[in-house]
């Protein structure tokens, strides 16, 4: 290498040089020496035409990403990504003109981004993605980096089929050369493929913003819809990761860079030759809170929040509670014109623990006040996750009063059930349904359904009961005979039955809102909240 970098002394204490000093230095050239190449931050570098030439004194130096603001054959530059083709180098270009009329600020939420993700850690990449349906066919792959193999799902497969319940596949699983973190949503695996260590839920919580991306964009997240809109998936997908970092995963920011199909749209596309994929940069990608795009204007302004809580338990034979905690989110939908700023306020948020929110609100409020201060999206987002843990704080919604008896001889047994509402504060329950896992020797099952209807899958052994909504004045009841197969003996242990369930405007938990205040805007939004309770994992034993 013909020259050497200067380099910073990270303990050493340095004064940046006033706005007369650096003119005096820029005009006269006095305090100032010229070299190819400078360390102007740990680790960051910042080199002329000369410097990125020399692809030696690059591996010399270490140097495992470029961002080059001279980008472009019209800049006369041979440095662009397919000189670095054969190095282990990421590179992001821009095409910068060397004027002074030329507007770099477009360009600096890139840059910075692209940066700081070099500096946090280079190693933490996400190299290829696969979308994997319930039969165990990918149906879709996308790589970032060098293109993976799909025998490396072979250990995912392996695992999805020693599981009892897809939701019981290990989330990451390590292979000789891989590591395979995924999530289960919608009916679909997201599975992806790291080749170092890196902290899971970074890949999780990516994972989880793919999935709600195309819930998002296409209403419904199914391998039939992803299939429909393959093109526009992988135009997502390139959005939102960079060369295997997460970048772009902000709705408000990938709506505008790549505009959402409709059926208008479309006939357009196809007429015109057009592209979905916007010619400008993003608004938000340019202001202090990108998640919301600027010059929003609607002509009815509202605020809708739905509070939805899920009760995760498990009841012993006696009815009595083994387990029970309540996983709730909070779900926005907020079209408001200019930019508001928004107070949400609950009547006992003390009950919440591990509280996760978007990164809208600002934490520092709800440490002190308990109140969700935040300047909101446009369109629908999640505002916030919450646990409660407290057993003693989780009302059980239902209770199942069931008898299962075997035979001693082996040839058979009896079923009865009975589902009822409880501490349910008034509200219906709807959408009940029971599955019950039966023992691999009953062969057929003969019951009597005095609401809804019952089905039996011999070949899972899985027998479902459809009640739909509870009556208090006449609880459903689901009785009758079992027939084992011929010389079976009698099951040692009784099998356990899971519950779905539906509350509309209640939240199990207690919480409830109190109010919603706007600053920032003279108008007066619409304002409304629900509250739904869905049974998780509700079990119980027989």
Same mark, same amino acid.
């Given at each position: 290498?013909?020259?050497?970098?200067?380099?910073?002394?990270? +303990?050493?204490?340095?004064?940046?040089?006033?706005?007369?000093?650096?003119?005096?230095?820029?005009?006269?050239?006095?305090?100032?020496?010229?070299?190819?190449?400078?360390?102007?931050?740990?680790?960051?570098?910042?080199? +002329?035409?000369?410097?990125?030439?020399?692809?030696?004194?690059?591996?010399?130096?270490?140097?495992?990403?470029?961002?080059?603001?001279?980008?472009?054959?019209?800049?006369?530059?041979?440095?662009?990504?397919?000189?670095? /083709?054969?190095?282990?180098?990421?590179?992001?270009?821009?095409?910068? +003109?060397?004027?002074?009329?030329?507007?770099?600020?477009?360009?600096?939420?890139?840059?910075?981004?692209?940066?700081?993700?070099?500096?946090?850690?280079?190693?933490?990449?996400?190299?290829?993605?696969?979308?994997?349906?319930?039969?165990?066919?990918?149906? =879709?792959?996308?790589?970032?980096?060098?293109?993976?193999?799909?025998?490396?799902?072979?250990?995912?497969?392996?695992?999805?089929?020693?599981?009892? @319940?897809?939701?019981?596949?290990?989330?990451?699983?390590?292979?000789?050369?891989?590591?395979?973190?995924?999530?289960?949503?919608?009916?679909?695996?997201?599975?992806?493929?790291?080749?170092?260590?890196?902290?899971?839920?970074?890949?999780?919580?990516?994972?989880?913003?793919?999935?709600?991306?195309?819930?998002?964009?296409?209403?419904?997240?199914?391998?039939?819809?992803?299939?429909?809109?393959?093109?526009?998936?992988?135009?997502?997908?390139?959005?939102?990761?960079?060369?295997?970092?997460?970048?772009?995963?902000?709705?408000?920011?990938?709506?505008?860079?790549?505009?959402?199909?409709?059926?208008?749209?479309?006939?357009?596309?196809?007429?015109?030759?057009?592209?979905?994929?916007? @010619?400008?940069? #993003?608004?938000?990608?340019?202001?202090?809170?990108?998640?919301? /795009?600027?010059?929003?204007?609607?002509?009815?302004?509202?605020?809708?929040?739905?509070?939805?809580?899920?009760?995760?338990?498990?009841?012993?034979?006696? !009815?009595?509670?083994?387990?029970?905690?309540?996983?709730?989110?909070?779900?926005?939908?907020?079209?408001?014109? !200019?930019?508001?700023?928004?107070?949400?306020?609950?009547?006992?948020? /003390?009950? =919440?623990?591990?509280?996760?929110?978007?990164?809208?609100?600002?934490?520092? /409020?709800?440490?002190?006040?308990?109140?969700?201060?935040?300047?909101?999206?446009?369109?629908?987002?999640?505002?916030?996750?919450?646990?409660?843990?407290?057993?003693?704080?989780?009302?059980? #919604?239902?209770?199942?009063?069931?008898?299962?008896?075997?035979?001693?001889?082996?040839?058979?047994?009896?079923?009865?059930?009975?589902?009822?509402?409880?501490?349910?504060?008034?509200?219906?329950?709807?959408?009940?349904?029971?599955?019950?896992?039966?023992?691999?020797?009953?062969?057929?099952?003969?019951?009597?359904?005095?609401?809804?209807?019952?089905?039996?899958?011999?070949?899972?052994?899985?027998?479902?009961?459809?009640?739909?909504?509870?009556?208090?004045?006449? =609880?459903?009841?689901?009785? !009758?005979?079992?027939?084992?197969?011929?010389?079976?003996?009698?099951?040692?242990?009784?099998?356990?039955?899971?519950?779905?369930?539906?509350?509309?405007?209640?939240?199990?938990?207690?919480?409830?809102?109190?109010?919603?205040?706007?600053?920032?805007?003279?108008?007066?939004?619409?304002?409304?909240?629900?509250?739904?309770?869905?049974?998780?994992?509700?079990?119980?034993?027989?």
């Amino acid at each position: 290498m013909s020259h050497e970098a200067v380099r910073v002394d990270p +303990d050493m204490e340095y004064l940046t040089p006033g706005v007369v000093d650096l003119e005096q230095m820029f005009w006269t050239g006095l305090g100032a020496t010229y070299t190819h190449c400078n360390q102007v931050w740990p680790n960051l570098y910042i080199g +002329d035409k000369k410097t990125a030439l020399e692809k030696p004194g690059l591996v010399e130096m270490g140097v495992t990403h470029i961002i080059n603001a001279a980008e472009g054959t019209w800049n006369n530059v041979s440095t662009g990504a397919d000189y670095y /083709r054969d190095m282990n180098i990421i590179y992001c270009g821009i095409e910068a +003109d060397d004027t002074p009329t030329f507007n770099i600020s477009p360009y600096f939420y890139s840059a910075a981004n692209f940066i700081h993700q070099a500096l946090s850690d280079p190693d933490k990449m996400i190299h290829s993605l696969f979308l994997v349906n319930p039969s165990g066919d990918i149906f =879709l792959e996308k790589h970032w980096k060098s293109v993976v193999s799909r025998s490396v799902c072979d250990y995912f497969l392996e695992a999805r089929e020693k599981a009892l @319940d897809p939701e019981d596949v290990p989330p990451v699983i390590s292979t000789p050369h891989h590591y395979l973190i995924s999530i289960y949503r919608d009916k679909l695996f997201f599975l992806s493929v790291i080749q170092t260590e890196v902290p899971p839920l970074f890949v999780i919580e990516f994972l989880h913003r793919v999935a709600e991306m195309i819930q998002d964009y296409f209403g419904e997240c199914s391998e039939t819809v992803i299939k429909d809109n393959v093109v526009m998936v992988y135009e997502l997908l390139e959005e939102m990761l960079d060369n295997g970092f997460p970048l772009a995963t902000e709705s408000n920011v990938l709506k505008e860079m790549i505009r959402p199909p409709t059926i208008l749209r479309s006939v357009v596309n196809t007429l015109t030759g057009s592209s979905n994929v916007g @010619d400008k940069l #993003p608004t938000g990608q340019l202001s202090t809170i990108p998640w919301r /795009r600027a010059g929003v204007k609607y002509t009815n302004n509202e605020a809708y929040f739905d509070v939805v809580e899920e009760i995760d338990a498990i009841l012993d034979r006696t !009815g009595t509670t083994v387990f029970a905690e309540i996983q709730g989110v909070v779900e926005a939908c907020v079209k408001l014109s !200019g930019m508001p700023d928004l107070t949400l306020s609950f009547m006992n948020p /003390r009950l =919440l623990d591990d509280v996760s929110f978007h990164p809208c609100v600002r934490y520092k /409020r709800w440490e002190s006040e308990r109140v969700l201060s935040f300047i909101p999206p446009d369109g629908n987002f999640t505002l916030m996750t919450y646990h409660v843990n407290a057993q003693n704080l989780v009302a059980i #919604p239902v209770y199942v009063k069931h008898s299962i008896n075997f035979f001693e001889s082996g040839s058979g047994g009896r079923l009865d059930l009975t589902v009822g509402p409880k501490q349910t504060m008034g509200k219906t329950v709807e959408g009940v349904l029971v599955t019950v896992h039966m023992p691999k020797t009953v062969l057929s099952v003969s019951l009597n359904a005095t609401q809804g209807s019952y089905t039996y899958d011999n070949a899972t052994k899985v027998l479902v009961w459809d009640i739909g909504k509870l009556n208090p004045q006449k =609880l459903p009841n689901l009785r !009758g005979s079992l027939s084992l197969q011929t010389g079976a003996p009698k099951p040692e242990e009784n099998p356990s039955l899971n519950i779905d369930l539906k509350i509309q405007q209640l939240a199990i938990s207690g919480l409830k809102v109190n109010r919603l205040d706007m600053f920032g805007e003279k108008y007066k939004p619409f304002k409304g909240v629900k509250y739904i309770t869905k049974a998780g994992k509700f079990q119980v034993r027989m």
